[in-house]
């Protein structure tokens, strides 16, 4: 039984956006790397399969809100619209892939920063849903 005042589907919203957060920092610090320095040494692409398993779990952590989002408090105004932060960050990780795959540098062009943009792209869908979800529960105005 939750304690009053507790809202899982909150917690597991922040949960999903505190992940991205840091694998996106983890992704940039990857990218800011391999712009300055060149070729990653095996710290380099330890920290970016990190960055990889932290996607993982902000995508793990979504599905699980998806499929299980009760609360009234997704749709609320001001957590609307969060699931577009994963996605466009999402977006943001494919442009350094891009470039790194382009320039066949050594370190994190093996498995890239595809899978962790795809994954942020999907997580953010899956709020996205989850959000709309709710709101479909609510019956509040504007779910279409």
């Known amino acids: ?10 917690m597991l919203l922040y949960a999903v956006l505190l992940s991205a957060l840091v ?14 320095y060149g070729p990653l040494n095996e710290r380099g692409m330890l920290l970016g399969r990190v960055a990889l398993f932290v996607t993982v779990g902000t995508l ?5 809100l ?6 009234a408090s997704l749709s ?3 957590l609307s619209g969060s699931g ?7 977006i943001a990780l494919l442009f350094p892939a891009w470039g790194v795959s382009a320039a066949a540098v050594r370190g994190l062009s ?3 920063g595809y899978a962790g943009a795809i994954f942020l792209v999907l997580a953010g869908g899956l709020v996205l849903q989850a959000e709309h979800a709710a709101r479909d529960r609510q019956g509040t105005p504007g779910a279409s």
Do not use: E, H
Not at 1 to 10: I, K, L, S, T
Not at 84 to 90: N, S, T, Y
């Open 110 to 112: 093996a498995f890239g």
């Open 84 to 90: 577009w932060f994963l996605v466009f960050g999402g």
């Open 23 to 36: 694998g996106i920092v983890l992704y940039a610090t990857v990218y800011l790397t391999l712009a300055v």
């Open 60 to 64: 793990g952590l979504a599905l699980v």
């Open 1 to 10: 039984m939750n304690p009053p005042g507790f809202d899982r589907d909150r």
């Open 76 to 78: 609320s105004a001001a």
């Open 66 to 71: 998806a499929l299980t989002a009760r609360s």
